[in-house]
């Protein structure tokens, strides 16, 4: 779980303890009702379906395995995360389930070692040090036709990561992580993936979170700073000024393991 994603539950917004930016598509407004439409474009990439065994990597307190088992009926579950409070809520949450393994991970990076009919990473995988790591284990865990479906950032065609290496330290990103593309995509196929695809969400994603990180400081006001929203109005600036300046693309990225 990301700094961010801690300061927006600190916040109690909506009393919600979803942590990630956001789908803010079709007039959505309320911040929960966005973070599930995320979830959901992920597992429709991911094409989910009941039954499907599943490792989720960054699984926050637990909101998104929920959606995919009760609205996609999906099956066996492992879930790996770093935030010890987050674990422990989302075993509450999902109590009722026999068949889910939540487990304190080690960076972000999974640790399982069974086989999984497809892996998933909702809005994390840009922090793994390195994401290349986890990009490998997918592909080993994953069973033959098994799919990775992940968000993501990409830098655009004309940036260079050198030029974005201070800022993403700054949140947390390592350099290493910063990929065009077309390379991204290139680092997937040579360890075996097929059919990489990408969906650009830059305006539902990026510029949603932004408007919604405004309106919210300006509800909470000084109450909101105090409470850790600089950061949250820092990381709304940067993805304002990302967006402006198509210097980065928020993205829906899925591979295959071929049959």
Known sequence: MTVIERTLLNLG?????WGNLGL???AVQDYPAACEALAVRLAEHAQLSPG?????VGFGYGDQLLVWKQRF????ITGIE?????VIEARRKLAAFTDVTLTLGDGGLPLSKEHYDRVLALDCAYHFAPRSAFFAHAFRVLRPGGRLALTDIV???????AQHTRLAKVCGIPSENLLTQQTYGQ??????????RFEYLDEEVLSGFSRFAIR???RRGLAGLSAGGLKIFATAAISAWLRRGRRVHYVVVSAERPA
């Open 216 to 218: 919210l400081l300006r």
């Open 24 to 26: 803010w598509a079709d």
């Open 82 to 86: 770093t935030d010890a409070a987050g």
């Open 13 to 17: 917004f909506a009393g919600s303890t």
């Open 155 to 161: 830098l655009a065609d004309n940036a260079s990561s």
């Open 73 to 76: 009926g999906v099956g066996r």
């Open 187 to 196: 680092s997937l196929v040579e360890l075996g993936f097929s059919n990489v």
């Open 52 to 56: 499907s065994s599943v490792l989720d």
